[in-house]
């Protein structure tokens, strides 16, 4: 389990890089809930945790496809490949991050 960050710093609508090899990005939605997906863009070397959040999906800077948060899953091209997602667990106002044991796609 990775710790991220205390969870009164990352506020809803914020993302958070998490410099784990390979990164991951976690998201903090409007709705309160929080997301972790692998940080790096499966079409190009973007940053996820840079782009734009809007409900459950985060549109990536750089091309813009959007990544379902909660299934790592393409909803919008040029990417065709899903990201993975990580467990986040919430314990003593700290966020931690158990990542995925999936290979990359
Ligand atoms: S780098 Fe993300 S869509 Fe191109």
Redesign the pocket.
Known sequence: MIPVCPLRSLPRGEAFRLDAEPPIAVFHTEDGEIYAIDDT?T????SLADGWLEGCEVE?P????RFDLRTGKVDSP??KLPVRTHTVVVEDDTIYVIPSQEPQP
């Open positions: 863009c079409h190009q070397d973007a990536c750089l091309h813009a496809s040029p990417a």
